[in-house]
């Protein structure tokens, strides 16, 4: 394979891909993105994506069938019948629909790679259309199935694996760790364990820990005392997971940011919530608004004393017309030393790494997990981490400001899953 890197610059990143894609097609790989600066070959406030793609590879655009063709008028010929290559860019799903013969299944390796391929896709594509992103999560879901199925056939090879191998294999896949990963944990675990005589599941466990530990992340609230930059925290997420409440949390608690010069910026189109001036009465902490976009330079100005703004950015769908472009445009203003993605615990598996595609593109830093009362599958988190590559900030499970929060933990998930104590 011959992989050639191209450049490409548009207003955001987003209708950079989208150029990038128009011109290669859909098989590219984004390898760099960032904004424009001085020097490039493009305008002021635009962004740079660098893409690798295969130049042997002839990209041919699908096209949709015609479901009722004219018939020729008396003189004329008839329209020739369109046919289609199910190899030429056809949906998957659109194929295994129409095609009368069974297909042959696939590779164990095949399937993984098909899915790993749309995964990463996700997470390098915006919000450009609602059934864009739809086909996108059907794909995701159907790819899953595929898992599933194979997974499930593959039980009668580990049949004989003993307990409490089994046990803690069903138990895992029953709180949420995806059923590929689960796997892979147990095995580890029988391998290091098999030559062993009266194999407990404290022995188990302790052994698939190590192996989360790894993937398990904190991140660190420590800070140079010599630096006095201020920080700049910005928060995204989907409508609800708690971007508001994560906020205060942060502000209050004593080993995140408590004890120093704190302030939240309100961005709501409808002013500070109720619950914001409230914790503002009861903490002293300062609260400013930004109603619109135009308002952030001053707000940003008022706080110039603070150490440390937390900006709560607008509750809205992530398909929102033009929602990831008024993010960006967030993160412009406001500059942010990180940017946390705040992520609900209820929120479905499938959900969650849509979620993580999706704002993928503003590049956060460290990921926050709320809402752990609200869910029975608590590994989902590792299911997620995984994937994405970032450190936890934050975990909590209930509403209370001063107390249903901390730093990441992973004993605390741990014992979740498992029910340890």
Same mark, same amino acid.
């Given at each position: 394979?011959?992989?050639?890197?191209?450049?490409?610059?548009?207003?955001?990143?987003?209708?950079?891909?989208?150029?990038?894609?128009?011109?290669?097609?859909?098989?590219?790989?984004?390898?760099?993105?960032?904004?424009?600066?001085?020097?490039?070959?493009?305008?002021?406030? &635009?962004?740079?994506?660098?893409?690798?793609?295969?130049?042997?590879?002839?990209?041919?655009?699908?096209?949709?069938?015609?479901?009722?063709?004219?018939?020729?008028?008396?003189?004329?010929?008839?329209?020739?019948?369109?046919?289609?290559?199910?190899?030429?860019? %056809?949906?998957?799903?659109?194929?295994?629909?129409?095609?009368?013969?069974?297909?042959?299944?696939?590779?164990?390796?095949?399937?993984?790679?098909?899915?790993?391929?749309?995964?990463?896709?996700?997470?390098?594509?915006?919000?450009?259309?609602?059934?864009?992103?739809?086909?996108?999560?059907?794909?995701?879901?159907?790819?899953?199935?595929?898992?599933?199925?194979?997974?499930?056939?593959?039980?009668?090879?580990?049949?004989?694996?003993?307990?409490?191998?089994?046990?803690?294999?069903?138990?895992?896949?029953?709180?949420?760790?995806?059923?590929?990963?689960?796997?892979?944990?147990?095995?580890?675990?029988?391998?290091?364990?098999?030559?062993?005589?009266?194999?407990?599941?404290?022995?188990?466990?302790?052994?698939?820990?190590?192996?989360?530990?790894?993937?398990?992340?904190?991140?660190?609230?420590?800070?140079?005392?010599?630096?006095?930059?201020?920080?700049?925290?910005?928060?995204?997420?989907?409508?609800? %997971?708690?971007?508001?409440?994560?906020?205060?949390?942060?502000?209050?608690?004593?080993?995140?940011?408590?004890?120093?010069?704190?302030?939240?910026?309100?961005?709501?189109?409808?002013?500070?919530?109720?619950?914001?001036?409230?914790?503002?009465?009861?903490?002293?902490?300062?609260?400013?608004?930004?109603?619109?976009?135009?308002?952030?330079?001053?707000?940003?100005?008022?706080?110039?004393?603070? &150490?440390?703004?937390?900006?709560?950015?607008?509750?809205?769908?992530?398909?929102?017309?033009?929602?990831?472009?008024?993010?960006?445009?967030?993160?412009?203003?406001?500059?942010?030393?990180?940017?946390?993605?705040?992520?609900?615990?209820?929120?479905?598996?499938?959900?969650?790494?849509?979620?993580?595609?999706?704002?993928?593109?503003?590049?956060?830093?460290?990921?926050?997990?709320?809402?752990?009362?609200?869910?029975?599958?608590?590994?989902?988190?590792?299911?997620?981490?995984?994937?994405?590559?970032?450190?936890? %900030?934050?975990?909590?499970?209930?509403?209370? %400001?001063?107390?249903?929060?901390?730093?990441?933990?992973?004993?605390?998930?741990?014992?979740?899953?498992? &029910?340890?104590?």
């Amino acid at each position: 394979m011959a992989i050639k890197l191209k450049t490409f610059s548009g207003s955001s990143l987003p209708h950079a891909l989208k150029k990038a894609k128009d011109e290669l097609g859909e098989e590219i790989v984004l390898m760099e993105s960032r904004p424009a600066g001085p020097g490039d070959n493009a305008l002021d406030g &635009e962004f740079l994506v660098t893409v690798g793609f295969d130049e042997t590879m002839q990209i041919k655009p699908w096209s949709p069938p015609r479901i009722d063709a004219p018939k020729a008028l008396e003189g004329e010929k008839a329209p020739r019948e369109r046919r289609f290559n199910p190899g030429m860019g %056809v949906p998957k799903a659109y194929q295994q629909a129409t095609q009368s013969k069974p297909r042959p299944r696939k590779s164990e390796d095949q399937d993984r790679r098909e899915f790993n391929d749309v995964l990463s896709n996700i997470l390098k594509k915006g919000p450009k259309e609602q059934d864009r992103e739809k086909q996108i999560l059907d794909e995701l879901a159907s790819l899953r199935q595929q898992l599933n199925d194979l997974y499930a056939k593959k039980e009668t090879v580990d049949s004989d694996m003993p307990e409490p191998f089994k046990g803690l294999l069903t138990e895992m896949i029953h709180k949420g760790i995806r059923e590929e990963l689960a796997t892979r944990l147990i095995r580890g675990a029988f391998e290091l364990l098999e030559a062993r005589k009266d194999i407990t599941p404290s022995a188990v466990t302790k052994a698939i820990r190590l192996e989360l530990q790894k993937i398990f992340k904190p991140y660190s609230f420590k800070r140079n005392p010599f630096d006095r930059k201020q920080e700049r925290i910005l928060l995204l997420g989907l409508t609800g %997971v708690g971007k508001t409440v994560s906020a205060m949390k942060l502000a209050a608690h004593k080993d995140m940011f408590a004890g120093r010069k704190v302030a939240i910026l309100s961005t709501e189109t409808y002013g500070v919530t109720e619950e914001l001036k409230t914790f503002a009465r009861m903490t002293g902490l300062k609260v400013a608004e930004a109603r619109s976009l135009d308002d952030v330079p001053r707000a940003l100005e008022e706080l110039e004393e603070m &150490e440390v703004i937390l900006v709560d950015t607008p509750g809205r769908s992530p398909y929102a017309a033009n929602h990831l472009n008024e993010l960006e445009r967030y993160l412009k203003l406001v500059d942010p030393t990180d940017t946390f993605l705040v992520l609900g615990m209820s929120t479905d598996t499938r959900d969650l790494f849509l979620a993580c595609g999706l704002y993928m593109l503003l590049k956060p830093t460290g990921l926050i997990f709320t809402k752990f009362d609200e869910t029975t599958q608590p590994g989902k988190i590792f299911s997620v981490l995984e994937e994405i590559n970032l450190p936890v %900030v934050c975990l909590s499970e209930g509403e209370r %400001v001063f107390m249903d929060a901390m730093v990441a933990n992973m004993d605390f998930v741990f014992n979740k899953v498992f &029910e340890t104590n």
